[in-house]
């Protein structure tokens, strides 16, 4: 763990403080206090072959955390009608602006009271990894929420070539919008599991796959209620064309019935590699680092498309 960790012993110490307010672990806890040399004789045998060959553990955090940094955006000025605080972007690496987003003109109560949910576990989210990166968290990149969600609609064809569209303008516009990211969301936890070797780290990823999962299926399960499969299944093929020759992604029905939970024969939600997430988040099926969401790419070492 201490080879794979970009984390100083300060660092992991904070990180050990965060974990345990939330409860991750007391067994993890207290293997990774435990002396620089005892730890890294404990690990060394079963992490140097993942450490030479994978990113390590706090690569993959920060990758998750630029994702988190995108949806506590898109989620904050929806509700808030601001983004995140100054205090929750600062880090290594290039710090960005936000391009877009206002808030949402709710009509639904339960529409609202669900966006504000999911508002408030994304800004927790944010503060968690932050808090675990410690001085090694990576800066908010540039993000746009404006042009992006327009050039995303346009290649789903949910508007014409000439048309924008705006993600705030309504509420099915924001469910579609939200339909956009936690899919996404779901499935890049997934794949970022077996890549931790901290278990403490994995534990904490489980806990943020599991938020993201609810929080799709909320949003699934809203346009399904709104008649709105179609739409959505627009976006679902439009996400598949960015990220591979396998069709894995699911819209909201499935062979004439719901589909809420996306899932393979054996019940089992499939995964995306950080490299596919990028071709989706960047709005290309090519190989490239920026584009789409974050026109300067993201910060941190996980940052090319596949």
């Given amino acids: 763990m201490i080879t794979r960790s970009t984390e100083n012993r300060h660092d ?50 920060n990758f998750a955390l630029n994702l988190e940094y995108l949806e506590g955006e898109f989620y904050s000025y929806a509700v808030h009608g601001h983004g995140l605080a100054d205090n929750l972007t600062h880090g290594k690496g290039t710090r960005g602006d936000v391009t877009g ?51 995303a609609a346009r290649a789903a064809k949910l508007v014409g070539p000439h048309d924008t569209f705006d993600p705030y303008a309504n509420e099915n516009n924001f469910l579609l919008a939200a339909f956009l990211f936690e899919d996404v969301g779901v499935t890049a936890f997934k794949g970022a599991a077996p890549l931790i070797t901290n278990k403490t780290y994995l534990e904490a990823a489980g806990g943020m796959l599991a938020a993201e999962a609810y929080h799709a299926s909320m949003i699934r399960t809203s346009l399904f209620e709104r008649d709105m499969a179609p739409l959505v299944e ?54 490239a680092d920026k584009g789409g969401f974050y026109p300067a790419g993201v910060n941190g070492e996980l940052r090319t498309s596949a």
């Fill in 12 to 61: 992991r110490r904070r990180f050990l403080t965060s974990a345990g307010a939330l409860g991750l672990g007391v067994v993890g806890a207290k293997f990774l206090m435990a002396s620089p040399a005892s730890a890294a004789e404990a690990g060394r045998s079963a992490t140097a072959a993942a450490a030479e060959s994978g990113p390590s553990d706090g690569a993959i955090l």
């Fill in 101 to 151: 987003g206002r808030q949402v003109p709710f009509k639904t109560p339960r529409i609202r009271q669900y966006a504000q949910e999911i508002a408030g576990d994304e800004l927790g989210h944010v503060g968690f990894l932050r808090t675990a990166l410690g001085s090694t968290a990576v800066s908010r990149p540039a993000i746009d929420i404006r042009n992006s969600f327009t050039a």
């Fill in 234 to 287: 627009k976006l679902s093929n439009a996400r598949n064309s960015l990220d591979g020759a396998v069709d894995d992604d699911q819209g909201i029905v499935r062979n004439g019935t719901a589909n809420i939970v996306p899932t393979d024969a054996n019940g089992v939600v499939f995964s995306r590699s950080p490299g596919e997430i990028l071709n989706i988040v960047y709005l290309t099926p090519d190989k």
